[in-house]
Each structure stands twice: as structure tokens, then as C-alpha cells.
């Protein structure tokens, strides 16, 4: 059975750092691509960074880019998110999510396995 499973979140102050981390079973693993997204109170799911399991290609959303890190550990099947230089605005519940087939990764709707989340809180 498809699982995806995220820990890591926590409070950290405006410039400092979190790594998140989603455990994955091994057909999330062996997706298309694996993605991190994002979601704050009263708005939209967000794009925060994908990785693809062929070429091992990242992209990132634009908020983030030049602070956040995607990467995997293909032995461990697990995905993490580095995030520095944290501001306020990165306050939300982070979600690790497997994309079965090519598609646009920015879109959440195109992703077919989700983990529960992970709070991520960042104080000013």
C-alpha cells in the first residue's frame, strides 16, 4: 500500500532552518515525480519543490528558490526538504506528495499519494 509519511516540522525564529523529511514506500518512491507542497490557513495549496525520479532534475517554486533544497536518499526511500533563511511568510502545513505519470509537478491536482503533513511555524 502507497504511504507517504513526513516529520520534521516544528517553531524555528525568521532566519533559521527546519529539514523535512517524507518516508516513502517503494512504489511513492519510484514515481514520476516527488513533491513537497505547502498550505496556510484560508489559502491555496501551494508548489514548494519537486524532484524527478529519472535524472534526478528539482525544480522549485518561486517563493522559495535560493533557500529550500529538495533531495533523496534512494537507499532510504525518503525525501527531504532543507529550508533556510525561514521568514514568516513560510508559516504552513507541509505536505510530501508522489506523482505517478508526467504532468505539470506545480499542480497539486496531478499528484496521486499524500502524506498527513507536518506544521511548520515560524516566528518574527
Known amino acids: 500500500q502507497a504511504q507517504l509519511v513526513e516529520s520534521g516540522g516544528g517553531l524555528v525564529q525568521a532566519g533559521g532552518s527546519l529539514r523535512l523529511s517524507c518516508a516513502a514506500s517503494?512504489?511513492?518512491?519510484?514515481?514520476?515525480?516527488m513533491g513537497w507542497f505547502r498550505q496556510a490557513p484560508g489559502k491555496e495549496r501551494e508548489f514548494v519543490a519537486a524532484?524527478?525520479?529519472?535524472?534526478?532534475?528539482?525544480y522549485y517554486g518561486d517563493s522559495v528558490k535560493g533557500r529550500f533544497t529538495i533531495s533523496r536518499d534512494n537507499y532510504k526511500n525518503t525525501v527531504h526538504l532543507q529550508m533556510n533563511r525561514l521568514e514568516p511568510e513560510d508559516t504552513a502545513v507541509y505536505y510530501c506528495?508522489?506523482?505517478?505519470?508526467?504532468?505539470?509537478?506545480?499542480?497539486?491536482?496531478?499528484?496521486?499519494?499524500w502524506g498527513q503533513g507536518t506544521q511548520v511555524t515560524v516566528s518574527s
Open positions: 524532484s524527478m525520479w529519472t535524472g534526478g532534475s528539482t
Open positions: 517503494e512504489v511513492t518512491f519510484r514515481s514520476f515525480f
Open positions: 506528495a508522489a506523482c505517478l505519470t508526467p504532468g505539470d509537478f506545480r499542480e497539486h491536482r496531478n499528484y496521486d499519494y
